[in-house]
């Protein structure tokens, strides 16, 4: 039996053979406020929570504050000192180091991610957004270091969730190809409601079914509808 990260989101961890493999490179690919960065957010946070795991969440696009903040609102309680949940605030960093060279970024990155990686062992990884960390690495071989990320990023041996940006057009650089799993965020439009859906577009290692599950989230819990 492979072990498994539970999403907690309910219905979907039970269409997933119990969860997503760990040590997977999942991406959580959705427009534009369709709930990527708390989806992300509430499995960690259960995770930490509920299976007694820890987890840390880079934080690139918005700052730790506002994210903890929107979060708040959403019922999760904002970590307090000692907690096994950390948000990494790497707004800060990156107005910073606008004036370093371009390599320079990603190996402090990386650097800061491993230093983390042995003072507190963290087990599952949220990075938001991947678009944001390529656009701050300035890679010069896209392909080449993408993948040379996805392969480092199963080195740390923990599970990762890469937000991604859907642009309508393919991926820029075949993230798709590279990661374990995507798990897609659509919304729909239907008469003059706007709904959200879920599906599991990949999951390697995972018999999992197809198809897009309206979500909904309620009381602090995100669940999907599978009939
Ligand atoms: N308490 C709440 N209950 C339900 N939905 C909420 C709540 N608070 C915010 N939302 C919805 O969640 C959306 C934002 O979620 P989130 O920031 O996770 O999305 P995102 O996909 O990460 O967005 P972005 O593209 O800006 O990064 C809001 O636009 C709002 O519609
Ligand atoms: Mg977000």
């Known amino acids: 039996m492979i072990p498994r990260v539970k999403t907690f989101v309910r219905g979907l961890d039970e269409i ?6 760990e040590g997977s490179v999942v991406l959580l690919l959705g427009k534009p406020g369709t709930m990527k960065s708390s989806i ?16 840390l969440y880079v934080s690139l696009e918005q700052s730790a504050s506002s994210l903890i903040e929107n979060m708040g609102g959403m019922g999760f309680a904002p970590p307090g000192v000692d907690s096994n ?10 107005k910073k180091m606008t004036q370093l060279t371009q390599q320079a970024w990603i190996e402090i990155f990386r650097m800061y991610i491993l230093n983390l990686k042995s003072n507190f062992n963290f087990d599952l990884l949220v990075i938001d957004s991947l678009p ?26 923990v599970t990762t969730f890469l937000i991604h940006e ?5 991926m820029s650089y075949g993230e798709d190809f590279l990661a374990d799993g995507i798990i897609h965020l659509d919304l ?30 309620e009381h602090g819990n995100f669940e999907i509808v599978t009939d």
């Open 16 to 21: 997933m053979d119990g969860g997503i493999p």
């Open 40 to 55: 992300a957010y509430s499995i960690i946070y259960k995770n930490v929570e509920e299976a007694g795991r820890k987890a």
């Open 85 to 94: 949940l950390s948000v990494l605030d790497l707004g800060l960093l990156r």
């Open 132 to 157: 944001v960390l390529e656009m701050l690495a300035k890679f010069k071989e896209p392909r080449d270091e993408l993948f040379q990320l996805f392969e480092w990023l199963r080195d740390l041996k």
């Open 166 to 170: 859907e642009t309508g057009g393919s």
């Open 188 to 217: 729909r439009r239907e008469m003059n409601a706007v709904n959200l859906f879920l599906s599991i577009m990949k999951m390697r290692r995972t018999n999992h079914r197809r198809g897009y599950f309206p979500l909904i989230f």
